[in-house]
């Protein structure tokens, strides 16, 4: 799985920081699913920075 592979790569590089992009859950998402970067908040050894859908002046930013 995605979180897995993201905490294994952190740790096989020793990562300080690992950074992932995530958005605000709906209720039932809430309820029912964890998001991918809750799991590797949760796993990781190193801090985890959570960047969300918007940029820090409050505009969207570029989806790929």
Same mark, same amino acid.
């Given at each position: 799985? #995605?979180?897995?592979?993201?905490?294994?790569?952190?740790?096989?590089?020793?990562?300080?920081?690992?950074? =992932?992009?995530?958005?605000? #859950?709906?209720?039932?998402?809430?309820?029912?699913?964890?998001?991918?970067?809750?799991? =590797?908040?949760?796993?990781?050894?190193? #801090? =985890?920075?959570? =960047?969300?859908?918007?940029?820090?002046?409050?505009?969207?930013?570029?989806?790929?």
């Amino acid at each position: 799985t #995605p979180d897995k592979e993201i905490v294994r790569l952190g740790e096989e590089i020793d990562a300080g920081l690992i950074v =992932v992009g995530g958005r605000r #859950p709906k209720w039932f998402e809430r309820i029912f699913l964890t998001g991918y970067f809750e799991r =590797v908040c949760r796993r990781a050894k190193c #801090p =985890v920075l959570v =960047v969300g859908e918007r940029g820090m002046n409050g505009v969207r930013t570029a989806r790929p």
